[in-house]
């Protein structure tokens, strides 16, 4: 049966630019899909978004949509022009989370595909900043269904409101050769510690891990969660001289000079007259610049652990924040390491629920209360290499320092470092 379509004259012009239009792919399932219910769905989808644009005024509210026994996971939207557009008058996403390391087979995603267009509207992202497939566009009886449905085949809902949220792990090893931990199973061994905590929110605001396998930080680990973990290695970087010849005779010396030496942010890299690369990894920051230009002459070296930074986040109460070192290194290759890193996720996130403020994120609270007495909340001793971000000023007080320098020595001697 056809339908009245609405005119979406303004809608129309975002077709016409030369990148792709999310406007055709609505209009795809309008015209082209074989389900009458998702052709009234996102045709009076279309009609509200053009009156939108028309009264440059937005006409989603939130409410409370929720599926049995979960507090969160469910983005409400009910529409406050539903009685011109009933069709798309309630609009809910859901929040469903992806396999560590984004891995999906096409069998999965078929049955998910068929899972939502038989409940839902058939508008999916993969992925939204969240992390999380965005699934968007069902009424509340069929938010119950869909996920009766997923979750029977394997599938649960990620986090949304004060909770912690779905976390985000990079594909790692299956496809990079800097991978420096095993990132799928951290990702692993975190949300399922969690996932009461995903479900029921109760927290001061999100509370967000992302995992990423080396110091390119692919999963923006360090500008995007409150628990970052980074891979890394604390030995020396393993180079390739006979590669590092053979990349200076193919670009030229003075290339190589201008594009991997002089970039080096600690001025770490020099190269003799023979052409022979001296890595000076006692100053190296790990920024991953030369490795990533030379990855065949250059790679991280054997002694590989991670690195966690806590309190990263985008604009709120304050600016934006990336994370502050607070485990230097640590080696993740046993069972127990996991659980110690489990078991530091769990000290700081009861800290921060019981001393944070309604909405403020971790790292904001750690502005507030300061950084020593965090450390000192959670348990862990301050280390030089605990920093958000280089001093800018030359003068600092030093109130204390050969008290704290010594205590620090002898912690590192009674490691045996």
Known sequence: MAIEKHSTPMLDQLETGPWPSFISGIKRLRDEHPEPRINEMTNDLLGQLEHSYETRKGYWKGGTVSVFGYGGGIIPRFSEVGKA????????TLRVQPPAGNHYSTDMLRQLADSWEKWGSGLVTFHGQTGNIMFIGTDTQNTQHFFDEINEY?????????CVRT??????????????????????????????????????????????????DCQNAIERSDFAVLGTWRDDMKVDQAEVKNYIADKGRQYYIDNVITRCPTQALSLTDDNTLVVNNRDCVRCMHCLNVMPKALHPGDDKGVTILIGGKRTLKIGDLMGTVVVPFKKLETEEDYESMVELAETIIDFWAENGL????????????GLANFLDGIGIEPDPNMLSHPRQSSYVRLDGWDEAAE???????EAGK
Request: one cysteine or more.
């Open 85 to 92: 557009f009933p069709k798309s008058k309630e609009f809910h």
């Open 154 to 162: 394997g599938w649960d809902l990620g986090g949304a409101g004060p």
């Open 167 to 216: 976390a985000m792990s990079c594909v790692g090893a299956a496809r990079c050769e800097m991978s420096c931990t095993n990132e799928l199973k951290a990702h692993r061994a975190l949300v399922n510690n969690f996932v009461d905590d995903v479900h029921r929110p109760a927290l001061p605001y999100k509370f967000k891990f992302k995992v990423s396998g080396c110091a390119n």
């Open 358 to 369: 309604e909405h403020e994120r971790c790292g904001e609270m750690i502005e507030r209360i």
């Open 407 to 413: 205590a620090w020595f002898e912690r590192q001697a």
